[in-house]
Structures are given as C-alpha cells and as structure tokens.
C-alpha cells in the first residue's frame, strides 16, 4: 500500500500536483469481522474506520447504520435549536406555520 501511496505521489508531482499527506486518510475496506483497527497509519497517512465525503458517511463495512444515526443526530440538533421559537408566546401561531 505504501508503494502505490509514493507512486501515486511521484506520478502527480510529474503533472504538478502534490499529494497532503497530513490531509490524506486511508480505509481498509474488508469484511465486518477481519477489519484492522490496530494499523494506525501507512506511509505517513491516517488509517480511518469511516469519514464523511460529500455529506455522506462511508464506513469499511459497508452498512449504513453510521450514516443513520449521524443523520438522526442532525436532525434532533436542528429541533432543538427551534424550541425556543415553537415555545415563544411573543410569535404568533400564523407566522410558526408559515
């Protein structure tokens, strides 16, 4: 894995592209029952068990329950936020449903 993370590496840098290790992570995509948490990097990059991309939450096993849960959390986080407006006897029930 380290040989291709280096070819890849030199490859962009002939195109004038450089690769940021600190930013680059790594998931070891395998079966739910063999997967490696014991390996913290390879070549300088972070191994990771899921990450977020595009706002989707993408795990090595291959479920959903992460991304889920991670939504459930969001949305709870927003009614919370609102509580305070639905309470308020100051705005009236028109402007609450509009």
Known sequence: MEHLLTRL???????GHAINR???KIMIVERAELNHPDIPMI??????????????TISNTGGCEEEIQRRCAITRSAVD????????????????SA
Not at 83 to 90: E, F
């Open 9 to 15: 590496e030199r490859i962009s840098l002939s195109f």
């Open 22 to 24: 600190d930013k680059t």
């Open 43 to 56: 070549g300088y990059c972070e191994v990771v068990q899921s990450y977020v991309y595009l706002g989707s």
């Open 81 to 96: 936020r609102l509580k305070k407006l639905w309470c308020s006897r100051n705005i009236t029930k028109a402007t609450k």
